[in-house]
């Protein structure tokens, strides 16, 4: 299977690229950027062509794309992927206005190709026993959920509102939001935020705490701060934990590592030997594409968890909770 990676401007397209390479069925023969000295550099690196047109990129023989370019874009990449035949895996959020989002999605149902969306998180083994041991009802009726994606600030196009959309909301309370929806077969109904920027002199948010109520009556937190400061041993945090009227469970989804204490880079860090979630994301999507099967994660999914950010920052904005169902629609 061919694939094309449609820009590097994510860091994730290069665990993305990775995959594909080591992958028994998959090919990455095409990049495009719209930065040349980025895309040339990545084509060399992985022996493919690199296309500075991106119609002519989507003219080529890949039969599917994978959407990493800033938040912003993700719209006119989809769309035109869409209208040339291609199979799509879009890294999160799916957008950055709801209007947007569903237009996509649209789109992509009626050229009859696949949308899916990139929540690596999903996909791993520590969040799958999470669902099971909830729904085999261990710990009874879920009756709050507290759950954190910290980071450290990622910098470049992420804090610039027109590229990225928003900050910390916007980068990580989309992977917490499609795990809990995930696990509970819950949507959301009402949203109460505050968001501020306290860490770094930037235009968007740096730290907030997200508090949700799901349909069910469920009442979730969500923590997605760029709190980590530049000397922590790895990027951030996914943690969760899921109290119920029998007992509660606490997961932390990249515990499992080694700590590696790098003289030649003069750092300590973490080093993973868990699941790689990238890999099985991939993996997914390929074999998805291959089968005619439906994605782990849809572009469904990326429209709910970005109806919960767009919540988030209208009620952060009005000082009020804010119901998804009256949500103001851009």
Known sequence: MKIGIISFAHMHA??????????AHGELTAIWDNDPDRGSKMSKQ??????????????????????????????????????????????KPIATEIGDAKE?????????VLLQVAYPVRYSPV??????????????????INGTNHGQLPGGWFVEKELSGGGAATDHVVHVMDIIRWILSDEV???????????????????????????????????????RPKTFPT?????????????????????????????????????????????????????CVTEGNQPFTTGEDGLRTLEVVKGAY?????????ILDKLELT
């Not at 969040?127 to 709050?144: R, T, Y």
């Not at 860090?269 to 999507?285: M, N």
């Not at 209208?314 to 804010?322: C, G, R, V």
């Open 314 to 322: 209208q009620s952060a904005e009005a000082n009020e909770k804010i």
């Open 104 to 112: 996509m999605i649209d789109v992509c149902n009626e050229e009859n």
């Open 235 to 287: 990027w951030g945090d996914v943690t969760m934990e899921v109290t119920g009227t029998k007992g509660s469970i606490s997961i932390d989804a990249l515990k499992q590592h080694t700590l590696f204490y790098n003289d030649a880079k003069n750092a300590v860090q973490h080093v993973p030997w868990a699941a790689d979630t990238d890999q099985l994301l991939v993996d997914d999507f390929i074999k």
């Open 14 to 23: 290069l665990s993305y690229a990775e995959n594909i390479v080591n992958h």
């Open 189 to 227: 109904k009402d949203v109460y935020a505050e968001l501020d920027t306290r860490f770094y002199d930037i235009d968007v948010e740096d730290c907030g705490i997200v508090t949700l109520e799901m349909e069910s009556g469920v009442i979730v937190t969500i923590d997605p701060s760029w709190s």
């Open 127 to 144: 969040i799958k026993q999470l669902k099971k041991i909830v729904a085999s009802g261990k710990i009874g009726d879920v009756v709050a």
């Open 46 to 91: 992985f022996n493919c062509n690199y296309y500075s047109d991106l119609d002519t990129f989507l003219q080529s023989d890949i039969e599917a794309v994978i959407i990493c370019s800033e938040n912003a874009n993700h719209k006119e990449h989809v769309m035109k992927a869409a209208k040339a035949k291609k199979h799509i895996l879009c890294e």
